[in-house]
Structures are given as C-alpha cells and as structure tokens.
C-alpha cells in the first residue's frame, strides 16, 4: 500500500490550535520518510492539552506557524493521495479547520481511519485506542501523544492489516475527505 500517516497534536481544545504535525510516508508498505514539526499555533494552551501531548508555550515560540509548514506538506493531499490517522476526524478536522482559519484551500483526498478498521477486523480488543490496538499487534509505540510516534504507531497498523487482510476488506474503509 502506498499512503501517508498523519497526525496534530492541538494546544487547546480548539481543533484550529495545532501544536505539532507529523507525517509518515508510505510506499510499497515500507516507510520510506517522515516528517515532524512544532508549530506555533497563534493560540493559547490549555493546561490539560499540555498535559497530555508535553507541549508548552516555551515548546513553539520559535517554530513555524502553519502557513508556513503547509507548502512543504500539502503535496500529500490530493484527490489521488490516501492520509490515514488513527481517528482520523480529529486529524481531518484539524487540518481543514486550521486551512480555514488562514485562508487556504481545504483540499480533498483519500482518507481512512484505523480506528475504524481495528474494530471491524479485531472485535474482541477491549477497545481500540491507538496504544491498546498497538500492544494487542505487537507494534512499537514509544511516547503516546507524540505525533511522529502516533503517525508512526498508525502506518504499522495499516501496515500489518494489509498483510493479514485483503485489499478489498481494507479499501472499503477509504472515503473522500471533502
């Protein structure tokens, strides 16, 4: 399978608030690159969001705000692109909300949410959050709510799906982000 594995961390409650982007590229079900970045949101953090992702006010100061990550990111969002997260309307909503609010264009692409082919394919789990679905398939997640090990978690899961289930059984979760 070829697609891209992607995933916000938010500053705040606010899905326009993304703290933190990565992306995990795909090819021939292998990993072949990744990309990580801070932003600076333009918004203030919430406590509870800190707590949860370990990414502070002090974290972003210097970083790049997402107008300026989203040229170098958004070749992976076309109509003929597959980007899959693990609850992937979160991360689909960050990312158009976040367009939105700075006035560029919402694209559409291929997505599919691995939330969502854990619970058709392994029923029994007792639920499908992204560290439970990874130690119920042996799957190296290091620092939960860190979006390159998140991103990371969520390519090896589809990864693993595609060798054990049919292409067929997979394609039927793939919709249209409009």
Not at 53 to 63: Q, R
Not at 98 to 125: N, Q
Not at 147 to 166: G, M, P, R
Request: proline letters at 5%.
């Amino acid at each position: 399978m070829n697609f891209v594995a992607i995933d916000f961390e938010t500053a705040n409650s606010k899905r326009e608030s993304p703290c933190s982007l990565a992306l995990v590229v795909v090819r021939d079900n292998k990993v072949v690159d990744e990309f990580y970045s801070l932003i600076n949101p333009e918004a203030p953090f919430s406590g509870r969001n800190s707590s949860i992702n370990n990414i502070y006010p002090k974290d972003v100061a210097d970083a790049p705000t997402f107008p300026e990550i989203w040229p170098i990111i958004k070749q992976f969002f076309s109509k003929d692109k597959l980007v899959i997260a693990h609850n992937n309307s979160f991360d689909n909503s960050v990312l158009s909300k976040t367009l939105i609010r700075y006035g560029l264009t919402v694209p559409m692409y291929l997505t599919l949410d691995t939330v969502k082919t854990s619970k058709a394919f392994y029923p029994e789990f007792k639920n499908h959050k992204l560290n439970t679905v990874c130690d119920n398939l042996g799957i190296e997640l290091h620092h939960h709510h860190n979006a390159l090990d998140d991103s990371l978690a969520c390519a090896n899961i589809l990864i693993y799906q595609d060798k054990h289930f049919t292409d067929d059984a997979i394609k039927q979760f793939i919709r249209i982000k409009k």
